[in-house]
């Protein structure tokens, strides 16, 4: 989120469309598997063909993994997840994230402290991990590092792959500022991103050199306490998601 937007109006969606919007990517994430589970059963009940049987239960194995993996990973990235507190583990951040590109042409490492860090942090580091598998579209490595405390994180993620490249409208997005003024349930990802990092105080950059990009979170100035920085934001001061549900972003 570059200064240079700092002067663009940002967009406020109203929390029944963010929800809606949430709701329908993480329904586009589990259609696909959870259609092929369907498929597969129909195979088991109209052939008697051993090897087509054999076939089938491999692609239900499959995709039920698949949808479950995308769905303990929805449950953190987007959910209300551990609700009795306000921290999460970040070994389970590590887990649902490689669960969740088992199957896929991206590979992920992964340095980090074994520690509990704030919902917000964790919610934007893995928020962070989906738009960074999006700019290598050919696949490669995702290389996660979390260095520094759960009060003053540094998260760097480094996306290597072919064709790798920053990918459309995403700082606008995670800024706030879509282009035309509007996201749809294709852009609600950065956009959302976008809204947890101001949430955590977390300023989200990104910088591409040859085949590689980086995308970058560090504490807002605000966050830190420098001389002269502004005030957070509204969104700074909302409650975790142990708090009692309302409409706002936790």
């Not at 586009?28 to 051993?50: F, Q």
């Not at 987007?78 to 088992?102: C, P, Q, T, Y």
Request: aromatic residues 4%; contains cysteine.
């Amino acid at each position: 989120m570059s200064g240079s937007m700092s002067g663009t109006t940002s967009l406020t969606l109203d929390a029944l469309d963010l929800s809606a919007l949430l709701c329908s990517r993480v329904c586009h994430d589990v259609i696909s598997p959870i259609g092929a589970i369907v498929n597969g059963l129909e195979v088991l009940e109209d052939d008697d063909d051993p090897s087509m049987r054999e076939f089938a239960l491999e692609l239900i194995r499959k995709s039920a993994r698949t949808a479950s993996a995308r769905v303990q990973f929805a449950r953190i990235a987007f959910g209300a997840a551990g609700s009795a507190g306000a921290s999460i583990d970040l070994a389970d951040a590590e887990k649902v994230s490689r669960a969740m590109f088992a199957d896929e042409k991206t590979q992920i490492t992964w340095s980090a402290p074994q520690a509990l860090f704030p919902k917000n942090k964790v919610k934007l580091l893995l928020n962070l991990v989906v738009i960074a598998s999006s700019a290598i579209p050919r696949g490669g490595v995702i290389d996660v590092a979390v260095t520094g405390g759960g009060d003053a994180p540094r998260l760097v993620l480094r996306a290597k792959g072919s064709h790798a490249r920053i990918p459309p409208h995403v700082e606008a997005l995670i800024a706030g500022t879509p282009e035309g003024g509007s996201v749809d349930a294709h852009g609600i990802l950065p956009f959302y991103a976008g809204l947890v990092a101001r949430a955590a105080a977390m300023d989200v950059r990104f910088a591409i050199e040859g085949d590689e990009v980086t995308v970058t979170a560090t504490p807002t100035e605000a966050a830190v306490g420098l001389p002269g920085a502004p005030a957070p934001s509204v969104e700074d001061e909302r409650p975790s998601d142990s708090a009692p549900p309302d409409t706002q972003l936790a």
